[in-house]
């Protein structure tokens, strides 16, 4: 215990000590996060309907085809019925029609902002999510909050992207009305945008993923993957509902920052090659967890990038008794495909309009290879593709 308490202090005291901090000097040390994992509100009574004279499908255990199919077996009047009675359930259920979910979360966050043990600040939050023309994809209202969101028309789109963001992310970080592009919801717009205006023939959507249990400031949650890995079912169900809702000529690609990285960098062995190779992509990440690229398995085609000023270089990637992310993804050996970075400053700057990396992360996710720019050490990063 003395060497984890040591560890951390270091990781700490290092990201302090650098420049922006991400906030970590007001926030070095928190308190452990419990995830939020288990059944959702409502699930005992949706268990216990026979309503439709059959059983409903397990929102824990059923797999997210076999609930699209079960959701195809009903009217569009049983639909609304199901959306209506149990919101919640129907709202995050992977393998639910896309369109029946947004109207499900609709009803849950009405129903959250009129709860009387909502927050003040978490309910300003929900009816932001209630604007018009926002997707939201998930919902969760228990703890801090957890929401999934998508841009453009999923149910159509040719490429899809997943963000999936880091550390001090939930329904009341979810967004920065002052600069977007440093928020979870912003990223995903701002890369939306970004591949709209490049390919504006091109169906894209872009899913924010903010829906698993992040750490708060730079302490033992951070420093371990405890929360990554109670993050990484949720983050398989996804991937297999969107499969089993969705048509995209390959398969989704994944955009991972920060801690999100180590949440990929887990779930990256259980993307199978058979669905058709991910393209993820790291960026200012601590470390995935793993030695290098090949441990992620053949499903994943890696890309990464960090920019100078991001204060996370100056966290020592390494992993002793289970403290730290492992080897540096942008290091020579790891096996990514480096990407340029300039024009992006700081931690969070990564997906600012202007920047190399917002441009190649559009590339990526349009499968336009040749036009990435790659970083100066390594000039080939396209090579093969």
């Not at 199919?69 to 709202?91: I, N």
């Not at 209630?130 to 149910?155: H, M, N």
């Not at 390494?318 to 540096?328: I, P, Q, R, S």
Request: glycine share 10%.
């Amino acid at each position: 215990m003395r060497l984890k308490r040591t560890l951390i202090a270091a990781v700490v005291s290092l990201a302090v000590l650098c420049g922006s901090g991400a906030a970590a000097a007001g926030a070095a040390v928190s308190d452990e996060q419990v995830a939020i994992t288990g059944p959702l509100p409502g699930t005992t009574a949706w268990h216990r309907d026979h309503a439709l004279d059959r059983s409903l499908p397990d929102p824990q255990s059923a797999e997210p085809a076999d609930t699209a199919a079960f959701f195809a077996s009903l009217s569009d009047a049983q639909q609304e019925q199901l959306a209506q009675r149990y919101p919640l359930v129907v709202g995050n259920l992977d393998g639910a029609p896309v369109q029946l979910r947004y109207r499900a979360n609709r009803i849950a966050l009405q129903q959250a902002v009129a709860d009387p043990r909502t927050s003040a600040a978490l309910a300003g939050e929900y009816r932001a999510l209630l604007r018009p023309g926002r997707q939201i994809l998930a919902f969760d209202p228990r703890s801090r909050g957890q929401v999934a969101e998508v841009f453009g028309d999923l149910t159509a789109a040719q490429r899809i992207s997943v963000l999936v963001p880091g550390s001090d992310v939930d329904a009341t970080h979810y967004e920065d009305t002052q600069q977007p592009p440093r928020a979870a919801a912003g990223m995903a717009q701002s890369l939306y945008a970004q591949e709209q205006a490049d390919s504006p023939g091109t169906r894209t959507a872009v899913i924010a993923w903010a829906d698993y249990t992040t750490p708060v400031g730079l302490g033992a949650d951070a420093a371990t993957s405890r929360l990554a890995e109670a993050a990484v079912p949720r983050l398989d169900h996804l991937l297999a509902g969107l499969r089993a809702t969705t048509h995209p000529l390959t398969a989704p690609s994944l955009f991972c920052h920060s801690y999100g990285s180590v949440v990929c960098g887990l779930a990256a062995p259980g993307i199978r090659r058979s669905h058709g190779v991910t393209d993820m992509v790291v960026f200012g990440s601590p470390g995935m967890g793993v030695p290098d690229a090949a441990k992620l398995g053949d499903g994943v085609r890696l890309w990464a990038t960090r920019n100078g000023s991001d204060w996370i270089s100056n966290v020592p990637y390494l992993e002793v008794e289970g403290l730290g992310h492992g080897a540096d993804p942008t290091s020579a050996g790891f096996g990514s495909r480096v990407v340029s970075a300039a024009g992006a400053h700081g931690h969070t700057g990564y997906l600012y309009p202007g920047t190399d990396s917002l441009r190649s992360f559009a590339d990526i996710a349009l499968g336009r290879y040749s036009d990435v720019v790659c970083a100066t050490g390594d000039p080939s990063c396209d090579r093969g593709l």
